[in-house]
């Protein structure tokens, strides 16, 4: 396929409506924390109410023996390993010797009834000797207090590039910034929740809210101490996760009840519960020192990148990694000097959140490109437009630039938008227009990655589709069977999809980094191809033909004037015995070795952004208020436009919360202050701006029929194009998240 | 206390304590989980339902103040068993994403309708001053939703 048929699909570059939209609408999709299972266990999570503190006695025996109590865990009762964590398993599941955030798990109960389980960890006797809470990085990194017995710094490496001094003394001019961005929350509108079973031949079934069915499947097979394969794990439906039910987050808990007790246990947390224990963004803190000659291009980069990873990693390590990444932009920057840190503190635990680590050090690079562009008096586009990459110029990382040239049309684009000539504000309202650009990667980089999926052909005139990256709202379902029905030629009506559940599907991986489209898409048209190349031998053989005389056509094969569809042919198979179940696994390609001092850097496949914001202050209360929101974007081929520019528009918005309103906050002795919506403020439809998003023609050959992704582009941007918007409206430069009025005023 | 709710057109009546809040009422005692619960704080909207035909945050109320109250939820929205407008223009675009809170938006923006005869943008956008969705930034919502008129 290549682009030249860019034009010809038949169910691709559509914008069909999701294919479980009716049901939505209509209340009838249950979400897993809408099931309640018959004769259900009340399951319950006692937490710390303590940021930092050495754990002296956790006694059960009372609230062991409280009405209504079938279990109460601490620690003791872990069958396997009291470990979780992405990437490295270090984060208990259940508080031992120490608590290092306000909030962290210290026993489970189920119960008959959540009053009683409720009464019953009031029984619990807790005796914690409070040690002094470390909540800002820089204090962390003096050790005077260690949260971790190793030292508070989890990660610290250094990647480079060339000269950097040289390039400096060369320069004509050298800015250095600090930029700082805060903890942001994800406010999914379902909490964190779900239930799990034991099933008569002794499977643990976990159904919660999640990300990754089978990291969850991996995970909790070593809490428990038995195989993955005695456990199922399903993910879909999920009321919103942005990257905060990525690491595991009721499922360990859950599995560890039912496991237990052999009986159903529901486990949901409250929106409190949620804003306590839950994840967040990582804060950062990024110096940045830029040197550029007299026509604005850029000579050499050096940051200091400082992230607070909470009390434990989840992500961190990664996430580090695609700040590392991100921090050079899609520019050419010949030499370079990236010091970074993942620190411990007892801010909760920090982990993946929609574009995980980009917009952190995107809002320092581009805000920096944009003071570089001031002090030069170069146009703003026009910077930027003399350093992004070409199309087979290598990159910082070493990576050759294979489809950039999406990003240069974004910018003209960008330049030639009215927009500009939008910003004009009166009287105390001063309005201003900001641009910048954003690169993401997709998938996991360097790191290896085999995406598998299966298919059915159901003779009854369904092709039955399997997956495991979930959807939780982004519309990959409906996608994935875009492509499916491409490839099969077969109308969507006919796909029907199994979303994110372990007793179905071989294992895709997870939703994040952008990676579904890629990973699922291609692992499902290579299933196809693989149920296509088996059913055209059995045509062939009806025909009395070799199969390279037989056609494929609109979900039949045909031979001279004799035609059979999928459906009969697996009739024929299943009536024969055989199976009707095609498998494929996809390998993501990759550069063989990450770039010295990384994990996963750099990535092969790349999606491009351009925001410009008009924004208006009022400059006697400071308030902004943004106006419109433009987008150009480079995502590959498109393949439901509706869908796609809504995961822009989706992100934009959770970029302008995190612009403006939204700010996680701790006490000074590490207590969150803001856990609900009452305090913890996202945008509502008052404050939506008008939005434009236009994807710009692209198709990159490594993705399925051209596709790249695009979940998490949109806010990545966005708060660097605001403050400039800020800036160009009022002389104001903010370089710290969020842009609140006593900043302005 | 012994409290009897007419739901969808159907009584329920069940002895519940008197700090059962109405959504769990909803939820636990009739069975119907398409209403569902976001914060408990009444800010997220999405347990949203009519009472005498107006929209009420069903996690704000106790279930014996709803006591002998006639309650619409979202499984008793509709028309002639099929979708109504609001549910029609919201499933036919982008304007949802998770979902978990568009039974809320439905509910609300069916009153709205139902109020205004024809939803404009200032109607939709002080209408839904109550209801919080994280996935779509609302735009879609509020385009999908622009120029929807009643049509009996």
């Known amino acids: 396929m290549t682009q030249e048929t860019y034009e010809l699909y038949r169910y691709l570059n559509r914008s069909i409506p999701r294919l479980d939209s009716e049901q939505k609408v209509r209340g009838e999709l249950k979400y897993l924390t809408d099931v309640y299972p018959e004769g259900m266990l009340h399951g319950y999570v006692l937490r710390s109410t303590v940021a930092h503190a050495r754990i002296l006695e956790i006694s059960t025996e009372e609230a062991e023996r409280a009405p209504g109590i079938r279990a109460v865990l601490t620690y003791k009762d872990i069958p396997g390993i009291n470990g979780y964590g992405a990437i490295v398993p270090e984060i208990p599941v259940l508080a031992y010797e120490r608590v290092r955030y306000y909030g962290e798990p210290l026993a489970l109960i189920a119960a008959d ?15 914690l000797e409070p040690l002094p809470a470390v909540l800002d990085v820089d204090e962390a990194m003096a050790e005077k207090v260690k949260i971790h017995d190793k030292g508070n710094v989890a990660r610290h490496t250094v990647v480079k590039r060339g000269d950097v001094s040289k390039a400096e003394a060369q320069a004509h001019l050298v800015l250095e910034r600090t930029y700082r961005t805060p903890m942001q929350k994800h406010m999914f509108i379902e909490p964190e929740g779900g239930y799990a079973y034991v099933d008569g031949s002794g499977v643990v079934h976990v159904l919660a809210g999640g990300q990754s069915p089978y990291r969850d499947k991996l995970q909790i097979s070593r809490v428990l101490g038995i195989s993955p394969e005695m456990i199922r794990v399903k993910n879909y439906p999920t009321g919103g996760a942005f990257g905060g039910k990525d690491d595991a987050t009721v499922q360990i808990h859950l599995a560890l009840l039912a496991y237990r007790t052999r009986k159903p246990v529901r486990l949901a ?20 020192r830029t040197a550029v000659d007299r026509e604005g291009r850029l000579l050499s980069n050096s940051a200091k990148i400082v992230l607070d990873s909470g009390a434990y990693q989840s992500f961190g390590p990664t996430i580090l990694d695609v700040s590392i990444e991100t921090i050079n932009g899609p520019y050419r920057v010949p030499s370079y000097l990236i010091d970074a840190y993942l620190v411990y503190t007892n801010n909760g635990i920090a982990s993946a959140f929609r574009g995980f680590g980009a917009p952190e050090s995107n809002f320092a690079i581009e805000s920096m490109m944009n003071e570089l562009a001031a002090e030069l008096g170069i146009d703003p586009v026009e910077i930027r437009l003399r350093n992004i990459l070409r199309t087979g110029e290598e990159g910082p990382f070493g990576n050759v630039i294979r489809n950039s040239a999406g990003l240069e049309e974004a910018l003209n684009r960008a330049r030639s938008s009215g927009i500009w000539r939008r910003a004009n504000g009166s009287g105390w309202i001063k309005e201003g227009v900001g641009v910048a650009v954003a690169i993401k990667g997709v998938g996991f980089g360097t790191l290896p990655d085999y995406p598998s999926a299966a298919v059915e052909v159901i003779p009854e005139g369904k092709v039955r589709v399997m997956f495991t990256n979930p959807d939780y709202g982004q519309g990959v379902i409906t996608g994935i069977a875009q492509l499916a029905a491409e490839r099969l030629q077969i109308p969507v009506s006919e796909i029907e999809v199994i979303n994110a559940d372990t007793m179905h599907s071989p294992d895709t991986g997870s939703s994040s980094a952008s990676r579904t489209t890629l990973t699922a898409g291609s692992a499902v048209v290579q299933a196809i191809d693989e149920a296509l190349s ?79 914001v008009r924004a208006g202050v ?66 509502t439809a008052r404050d939506s701006p008008e939005m434009y998003v236009e994807f710009v023609k692209s198709y990159d050959e490594l993705g399925p029929y051209g596709a790249k992704g695009v979940g998490e582009i949109g806010i990545i941007p966005v708060g660097a194009a605001l403050a400039e918007a800020v800036y160009r409206a009022t002389g104001k430069r903010i370089r710290d998240l969020p842009i609140t009025p006593w900043k302005l005023v | 206390m012994k ?57 704000l109320m106790l279930a014996v103040q709803a006591n002998g109250k006639r309650i619409t939820t979202i499984e008793g929205i509709g028309k002639d068993g099929g979708p109504n407008e609001v549910q029609m223009a919201l499933s036919s675009s982008k304007a949802l994403q998770c979902a978990f809170c568009s039974t809320g938006f439905v509910v609300v923006g069916t009153w709205a309708l139902e109020e205004n005869g024809e939803l404009t943008e200032d109607v939709i956008k002080e209408s839904f001053i109550g209801n919080v969705c994280r996935c779509t930034g609302y735009e879609p919502i509020i385009k999908a939703l622009r120029g929807v008129r009643k049509n009996d």
């Open chain 1, 534 to 612: 088996k059913l055209r031998v059995e045509a062939a053989s009806s025909f009395g033909a070799s199969s390279s005389e037989v056609q494929y056509s609109g979900g039949r094969f045909m031979y001279r004037d004799r035609s059979v569809t999928i459906y009969e042919l697996a009739r024929r198979l299943r009536q024969k015995g055989r199976s009707l179940r095609f498998e494929a696994t996809f390998e993501v390609p990759r550069y063989p070795e990450p770039v010295e001092g990384t994990l996963e850097v750099p990535h092969m496949m790349y999606m491009y952004g351009v925001a410009l």
């Open chain 1, 618 to 683: 009022d400059a006697l209360l400071g308030k902004v208020n943004v106006k419109e929101v433009e987008f150009y974007a480079d995502i590959g081929n498109v393949i439901n436009p509706s869908i796609a520019s809504g995961q822009v528009e989706g992100g934009v918005v959770q970029g302008l919360g995190y612009a403006t309103i939204e700010e996680y906050r701790y006490s000074d002795d590490g207590r969150p202050l803001n856990i609900n919506f009452t305090t913890y403020v996202v945008p």
């Open chain 2, 3 to 59: 409290v009897t709710i007419n739901i969808n057109g159907k009584d329920y009546s069940a002895d519940v304590e008197p700090r059962m809040t109405l959504v769990d009422f909803i939820r636990d005692v009739a069975g119907l989980k398409g209403t569902h619960v976001g914060c408990e704080t009444g800010h997220c909207g999405a347990c949203s339902v009519l009472i005498d035909g107006r929209p009420v945050k069903s996690c």
């Open chain 1, 113 to 127: 009834s959540m009053e009683q389980a409720k009464a019953a960890a009031e029984m619990i006797k807790v005796r």
């Open chain 1, 269 to 288: 947390w409250t929106r409190e519960e949620s804003g306590i224990a839950g994840y967040h963004r990582t804060a950062s803190k990024i110096t940045i």
